[in-house]
């Protein structure tokens, strides 16, 4: 399914008219209808997502219907529509559960913060549509990117976690320091980073997430400390101590980069919130008999270069 704009409003007009533009936000009831259109704040800090019932019944004229409400500001004036915000859609392609949205150029002057917000509510609403698994913004047929200069592809609705209540994601700028393995891989060198990322997220995770991800390649002489593969079981922080659970292909070296670098590369980087003192690592829930402790403190000694 390929729709062009022009075709959308057309539709709308002859469709849904007076009656979508009431319903959208309004409707409280439950029912097999129903679906959750989400908006921004005003503030631009969060979105909320607000009961809607469907007037339509195919796919197509359903994702015409929730791009019309999201288009259209609620009744509560606290929030506003997020394709309201003087940027214009210019064209839709559904295929194969996949559903593209290309925006003009306007979509890129929007604020960091508000942009992820945005699209955390597009991608919400619309992935409750059947034929819609994944969805992905573009401008001008381009791909957009984040504030690290990464680009920004297919989006699905659990990269935006639900709060408790009908808000989702409340978003935050978070600067923090991170240690990576140098070219050899017998040091660590830190490098600054700057993050948006969700309240409901624990700045532990963040850190370690940031990590595995590994450098942005905006600071040169910088490599991945940690086996990317290796996947986070949970993290948590109490009386000063950070307790990271990871799976087994925390062990396994990547870049010659021995596990005691390794392990330092997340105790420094977790040791700069002011939150954690001492780090435990943990596999599988157990702490490995070949690390050298069970709790780690920051190790600056094995730091041979500081990157602003």
């Given at each position: 399914?390929?729709?062009?704009?022009?075709?959308?409003?057309?539709?709308?007009?002859?469709?849904?008219?007076?009656?979508?533009?009431?319903?959208?936000?309004?409707?409280?009831?439950?029912?097999?209808?129903?679906?959750?259109?989400?908006?921004?704040?005003?503030?631009?800090?969060?979105?909320?997502?607000?009961?809607?019932?469907m007037q339509t019944n195919t796919p197509e004229e359903q994702l015409l219907e929730l791009l019309e409400c999201l288009q259209t500001n609620p009744e509560k004036r606290e929030y506003k529509a997020p394709l309201d915000q003087g940027f214009r859609v210019q064209d839709i392609i559904c295929e194969d559960g996949k559903l593209q949205l290309d925006m003009?150029?306007?979509?890129?002057?929007?604020?960091?913060?508000?942009?992820?917000?945005?699209?955390?509510?597009?991608?919400?609403?619309?992935?409750?549509?059947?034929?819609?698994?994944?969805?992905?913004?573009?401008?001008?047929?381009?791909?957009?990117?984040?504030?690290?200069?990464?680009?920004?592809?297919?989006?699905?609705?659990?990269?935006?976690?639900?709060?408790?209540?009908?808000?989702?994601?409340?978003?935050?700028?978070?600067?923090?320091?991170?240690?990576?393995?140098?070219?050899?891989?017998?040091?660590?060198?830190?490098?600054?980073?700057?993050?948006?990322?969700?309240?409901?997220?624990?700045?532990?995770?963040?850190?370690?997430?940031?990590?595995?991800?590994?450098?942005?390649?905006?600071?040169?002489?910088?490599?991945?400390?940690?086996?990317?593969?290796?996947?986070?079981?949970?993290?948590?922080?109490?009386?000063?101590?950070?307790?990271?659970?990871?799976?087994?292909?925390?062990?396994?070296?990547?870049?010659?980069?021995?596990?005691?670098?390794?392990?330092?590369?997340?105790?420094?980087?977790?040791?700069?919130?002011?939150?954690?003192?001492?780090?435990?690592?943990?596999?599988?829930?157990?702490?490995?008999?070949?690390?050298?402790?069970?709790?780690?403190?920051?190790?600056?000694?094995?730091?041979?270069?500081?990157?602003?």
């Amino acid at each position: 399914m390929r729709l062009i704009l022009k075709q959308i409003k057309i539709f709308l007009l002859a469709v849904l008219c007076a009656l979508l533009l009431a319903a959208c936000g309004e409707d409280e009831t439950i029912s097999e209808n129903q679906m959750q259109v989400y908006y921004l704040s005003n503030s631009e800090t969060k979105v909320e997502m607000h009961p809607y019932e469907m007037q339509t019944n195919t796919p197509e004229e359903q994702l015409l219907e929730l791009l019309e409400c999201l288009q259209t500001n609620p009744e509560k004036r606290e929030y506003k529509a997020p394709l309201d915000q003087g940027f214009r859609v210019q064209d839709i392609i559904c295929e194969d559960g996949k559903l593209q949205l290309d925006m003009d150029e306007a979509y890129l002057a929007l604020k960091p913060i508000t942009e992820i917000l945005t699209r955390a509510a597009i991608v919400r609403t619309l992935s409750q549509l059947e034929t819609v698994n994944l969805v992905q913004i573009t401008v001008n047929g381009g791909l957009i990117y984040d504030t690290q200069g990464n680009p920004v592809n297919w989006m699905s609705a659990d990269q935006f976690i639900d709060n408790d209540g009908n808000e989702i994601n409340t978003f935050e700028l978070a600067r923090i320091k991170l240690y990576f393995a140098s070219e050899d891989g017998t040091s660590l060198l830190a490098a600054y980073r700057e993050k948006h990322y969700s309240s409901n997220t624990p700045i532990e995770r963040l850190v370690v997430d940031e990590l595995l991800a590994g450098p942005s390649g905006q600071v040169a002489g910088l490599y991945a400390s940690i086996n990317p593969a290796t996947k986070v079981i949970n993290i948590t922080t109490k009386d000063g101590i950070c307790y990271v659970n990871l799976s087994e292909d925390f062990l396994t070296v990547v870049n010659n980069v021995p596990t005691e670098i390794s392990i330092y590369s997340i105790v420094n980087s977790l040791a700069e919130l002011s939150t954690v003192n001492k780090v435990q690592i943990l596999i599988n829930g157990e702490t490995p008999s070949s690390f050298s402790a069970s709790t780690f403190e920051r190790n600056l000694d094995i730091v041979t270069a500081w990157e602003n």
